[in-house]
């Protein structure tokens, strides 16, 4: 019987967070001594903890564990007694001294524990289920009787300390030495549990299992011949403009043509509507060959507001930028479509000794969302002899704002004449999900906007896809959503599908937030962007990011560029051009995977029902 490991064994040399030599020594320990029936589960996402390692075997139960490569001769540590708290784990390096209580493996290993039991395997028999939970520690480069002494008083806090040769062990060089994976993992001894069943690790496994977007994180990115030229090219003018339907590779591409510039020794700018957008394209750019892992720092990403305030603040004119916003409401609009790029201009224009920082290149994604002035505006920290790229889906026209490029536009921006660089092909969706998504713009969205995505000619269909339109009359909208997120990991047939891959989208700030609150209420954690406070809405944006441990949470207008294998969508009342073109662009998130994706609509709106109905599963509610 082979093990089963994940990540696998053979990525193990490729993870964005590397095992330490600690760490190694102890997988080497657990993959030859343990029997092949144990599972390993290498820095598992576990609803926002990141434990080193977990163990799961369906006969016996689940082991969890802590491992710290810590040299105690090094520096010293001690404990430090706290009045009604947990001891306090401290060091000193000889010149200052410090807490490392964040880092405290006993408090982890509790933690861990506690909500393996209480989430995890919601089946385990109340306090008997605890004897199939392990927590252990393991220090690779200390002795026993160091550990013994440090952790003592810790782990009398948490009356860890009668169970600890069996349910809670810690173990040291010696043991680890030895290849003691009896004294390491005592209850690696069993081969059976009347406590543990195969729906018990049914439960966990879609807690531990590596989520898609961390395994897709260690592959390079895949273009075919027409991407790539576009990546390692450029026009005579220097201007380039693409276009094409929802994912035919127009991120991947000015993703891949910065990492690639950088790699030339030139200096970039990327430019993005939404400000989460440019985490996807940060993570997507360290994947091509020629950046070297060099593309977080050494290229410039911003959103168009966030370097227009730049701008104003490198030039001293933080008055004039703050004065925009005053007057009320209802001014926002011509803020942001006259004033601010006027503003920005006159800054730039005015700057003679270049404080302002100029750009061999500055590349726009989402440009349908783009106002010609805000193009313009750029253009002037592109240096002479420059590139400029924009990319643009018109069918994503979630602002109104992608009928502004006019060909009279265009020339005005720059392009000589021509036609867009045209993709055609959809590399993205399952063909069963782009079916349904041509469907609904063919139906829903002006025809004069539309571009509609293909297949590779002659694909098959190797890409399983569940489909679920759930039409909500009289039910509670923020209940059924919660549900449905929660059933469709466990629902997943062909693969075990990380819950942590799980993304919901909507359209409001306000159904957003009820439904994070019913998910954490039942102890799910999420990473998310709501908030009816715009400065917090903007942190929690800068945080949002898909390598996060938890379940995912979003608006539409956050996640457009973006792309997931399972995600659950929330379509409101409203179906004029705007909201559908949003619900589109929903549509169209859907990243296919080989063994399985999975989109369900959850719809208030009843002008979509018939629509709904034409999904392979319906239902009503």
Not at 179 to 202: C, K, W
Not at 369 to 379: G, I, K
């Amino acid at each position: 019987m082979e093990r089963f490991v994940s990540p696998p064994i053979d990525q193990l040399e490729r993870l964005r967070q590397p095992l330490t030599a600690g760490e190694r020594l102890i997988f080497n320990l657990f993959n030859e001594k343990l029997a092949p029936e144990w599972e390993i589960y290498i820095q598992p996402h576990l609803n926002g903890l990141r434990p080193d390692f977990v163990l799961l075997n369906p006969n016996v139960g689940i082991a969890v564990f802590e491992v710290k490569d810590w040299n105690l001769d090094a520096m010293r540590y001690w404990t430090e007694e706290r009045s009604g708290k947990a001891p306090k784990l401290c060091a000193s390096d000889g010149i200052k001294s410090f807490s490392i209580q964040s880092q405290n493996p006993i408090e982890k290993v509790f933690r861990y524990k506690q909500e393996i039991h209480n989430l995890y395997c919601p089946r385990l028999d109340g306090k008997a289920g605890f004897a199939t939970i392990t927590a252990g520690v393991i220090f690779p480069f200390a002795r026993q009787d160091q550990i013994d002494s440090l952790l003592k008083p810790c782990l009398i806090h948490r009356d860890m300390l009668r169970w600890s040769n069996n349910y809670n062990p810690i173990s040291g060089a010696e043991a680890v030495a030895e290849g003691r994976i009896d004294l390491v993992f005592p209850e690696s001894r069993r081969s059976s549990s009347r406590f543990m069943t195969e729906d018990q690790a049914n439960d966990m496994r879609n807690w531990l299992v590596e989520p898609d977007y961390a395994a897709t994180q260690r592959k390079p990115i895949e273009l075919d011949i027409a991407q790539r030229g576009y990546v390692t090219s450029r026009t005579q003018s220097g201007y380039r403009r693409i276009k094409g339907p929802a994912g035919s590779g127009k991120s991947l591409i000015l993703a891949a043509r910065a990492a690639q510039l950088l790699g030339e020794g030139k200096e970039v700018l990327v430019v993005t509507f939404n400000i989460t957008l440019l985490h996807y394209l940060m993570d997507v750019a360290v994947r091509w060959p020629n950046a070297h892992g060099r593309t977080r720092q050494g290229i410039t990403w911003l959103n168009f507001h966030s370097w227009c305030k730049r701008v104003c603040e490198e030039s001293d004119c933080e008055n004039e930028y703050r004065d925009l916003w005053k007057g009320g409401e209802g001014r926002e609009s011509h803020v942001l479509s006259v004033q601010l790029p006027a503003l920005v201009a006159s800054c730039i224009d005015k700057d003679e000794e270049e404080v302002i920082e100029r750009y061999d290149a500055v590349l726009v994604d989402e440009g349908q969302d783009f106002l010609p002035a805000w193009w313009n505006v750029l253009r002037k920290v592109c240096r002479t002899g420059g590139e400029m790229l924009l990319v643009a889906d018109a069918t994503q026209d979630i602002y109104g704002t992608a009928r502004s490029w006019t060909d009279e536009a265009m020339t005005g921006a720059g392009f000589p004449g021509g036609r867009w660089a045209e993709l055609q092909t959809c590399y993205r969706l399952p063909p069963t999900a782009m079916e349904l998504a041509r469907n609904f713009a063919d139906q829903y969205l002006p025809s004069d906007t539309v571009d509609l995505p293909n297949g590779p000619q002659g694909e098959l269909d190797l890409y399983p896809c569940q489909l679920r339109w759930v039409q909500v009359f009289d039910g509670d909208d923020v209940q059924v959503c919660a549900e449905e997120i929660l059933k469709m990991a466990p629902k997943a047939k062909n693969d075990i599908l990380a819950i942590t891959d799980i993304t919901f989208l909507t359209g409001t700030q306000m159904m957003g937030a009820a439904v994070v609150n019913t998910l954490e209420s039942k102890g799910v954690n999420t990473v998310h962007t709501y908030s009816p406070d715009k400065k917090e809405s903007r942190r929690k944006k800068m945080g949002f990011y898909m390598g996060d441990a938890r379940v995912k949470a979003t608006t539409l207008h956050s996640f457009k560029g973006w792309e997931s294998r399972a995600i659950v969508l929330f379509v409101g009342e409203k179906t004029d051009n705007q909201a559908c073109a949003l619900i589109y662009a929903g549509l169209t998130r859907l990243k296919r995977h080989e063994k399985g994706s999975y989109l369900t609509v959850v719809s208030r709106a009843s002008a979509l029902a018939e629509f709904g109905r034409s999904w392979p599963n319906y239902e009503e509610k």
